[in-house]
Nanobody, 121 residues
Framework: QVQLVESGGGLVQAGGSLRLSCAAS????????MGWFRQAPGKEREFVAF????????YYGDSVKGRFTIAGDNAKNMGYLHMNSLKPEDTAVYYC??????????????WGQGTQVTVSP
């Protein structure tokens, strides 16, 4: 199983950018797919993006398509979520996850602890 630790969250104004990082350990980075999910207070966990490292294909939720980009650095065992043109509705705790890939949280069996992203109007 892979261990994941997120970082990079914080407070940003609407229209700004943030880069979230996900440090992976315990397994070879390219052995699994990496997903990003988010959960706002009182709401269900929402799919943000995932990438299958072996093929390089990335998929995004409709609410972030065109604004967020998922990336990785195999040599460092790091995954990233670049977030641009942030909106107040992007405010949530963001989680990285490792698993078989897909848009459902059930397809991931390793999760990080989460990092808070707050976007002010």
């Amino acid at each position: 199983q892979v261990q994941l630790v997120e970082s990079g969250g914080g407070l940003v104004q609407a229209g700004g950018s943030l880069r979230l990082s996900c440090a992976a350990s315990g397994r070879t980075f390219s052995d699994y797919a990496m997903g990003w999910f988010r959960q706002a207070p009182g709401k269900e966990r929402e799919f943000v993006a995932f990438v299958v490292w072996s093929g390089g294909d990335a998929y995004y939720g409709d609410s972030v398509k065109g604004r967020f980009t998922i990336a990785g650095d195999n040599a460092k065992n790091m995954g990233y979520l670049h977030m641009n043109s942030l909106k107040p509705e992007d405010t949530a705790v963001y989680y990285c996850a490792a698993g078989s890939g897909g848009t459902s949280s059930a397809q991931y069996n390793s999760w990080g602890q989460g990092t808070q992203v707050t976007v002010s109007p």
